[in-house]
């Protein structure tokens, strides 16, 4: 084994323990908005895996710079899909038809004219 090989190796698996380390300190209701947040940087990675593709030139170097483009694909668009999930949840529901909202003017009208045709009070337009 060279020393590059052994150097690279280390770093990666020190990487991958002080991940660990990181998430898993993360608490469940913000871990979402936490990787929703941090979806731009997985577009670097992206960008990595096409650089690979452009500095291969060998079979196993294009194979292996497809394999981490459509894995850095994946996590960018499934970052962007838990993020709409999550926006979803803080969406206010539309009101169902023929049932106006709390608060709502009956008729169409707003403020006062809503507040006087609410208590049955005539409204001149």
Known sequence: MSTALVTD????VLALLV???VIGKVPATLHTPLMS???SIHGIVLAGALLIGVTAHN????????VASVFASANVVGGYV??????KMFRRKAPEQGTPEMGAALNGHKGLKGILSRAGGKTQS
């Open 59 to 66: 079979t196993v170097g294009y194979i292996l710079a497809f």
């Open 37 to 39: 947040a941090t979806n």
């Open 9 to 12: 190796l280390t770093i990666f």
């Open 19 to 21: 991940g660990i380390e």
């Open 82 to 87: 838990v993020t709409e999930r999550m926006l």
